[in-house]
């Protein structure tokens, strides 16, 4: 890991992305994906050589944001399709 500003390997690790977002928000069943979500969760470091700032995201943190960001995308398919299901339904009911 090197400063992308000056390439000194002097850098500093600052915390996590959101540390704070884990497990109570999601509960027991979501614990995977709060994991998945940990994992994503860019680095960030402080350059001691310079004092630039940096956010640094593993190679299994860009595969768990990967899956998390198709995740997303079936629920909000699933999500719009119910819906869209949902108010042909009630639009049917409510024109017979
Ligand atoms: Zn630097």
């Known amino acids: 890991m090197k400063c992308p500003s000056c ?4 850098i500093q690790f600052r915390g996590m992305g959101y540390a704070w977002y884990p497990t109570g928000a999601f509960g027991v069943i979501a614990l995977p994906f709060a994991k998945l979500i940990q994992i994503s969760s860019p680095r960030y470091y402080h350059c ?3 004092g630039a700032d940096s956010a640094h ?3 299994s943190g860009k595969i768990a944001f990967a ?3 198709i995740l997303a995308l079936t629920v909000l398919g ?3 399709a119910l819906v869209y299901h ?4 009630l639009h049917h009911h ?3």
């Open 48 to 50: 001691n050589a310079c």
């Open 78 to 80: 699933i999500f719009t």
């Open 94 to 96: 409510l024109t017979r």
């Open 7 to 10: 390439n000194s390997t002097d």
């Open 67 to 69: 899956i998390l960001a």
């Open 86 to 89: 949902g108010t042909y339904l």
């Open 57 to 59: 995201r593993t190679g």
